[in-house]
């Protein structure tokens, strides 16, 4: 499992992939994406959500804003 960020992801947040070694290469797979893109920014690996989790919260929480933004490097 990934978790980390899609390149124009809308509403852009924090989003989950799983990337699986097969036949010598690596394969993304995104079941929630109905075409596949790329520039994903990876921030965690892990074999399931708690390895990956980027905050923990024990007892009540209260997120008052975010904003996460990600654009294409120039090449």
């Known amino acids: ?5 899609l390149y124009k992801l809308e509403p852009m947040d924090l989003h989950a ?3 699986v070694f097969v036949g010598g290469r690596w394969y ?3 079941p929630t994406q109905a075409l596949p893109k790329g520039n994903r920014i990876a921030i965690a690996y ?3 959500a708690a390895d990956v989790a980027l905050a923990n919260e024990f007892g009540p929480v209260n997120l008052t804003g975010m904003k996460v933004w990600v654009e294409a490097a120039q090449q």
């Open 1 to 5: 499992m990934v978790v980390g960020y």
């Open 46 to 48: 892990g074999k399931d």
């Open 17 to 19: 992939w799983l990337e």
């Open 28 to 30: 993304i797979f995104d």
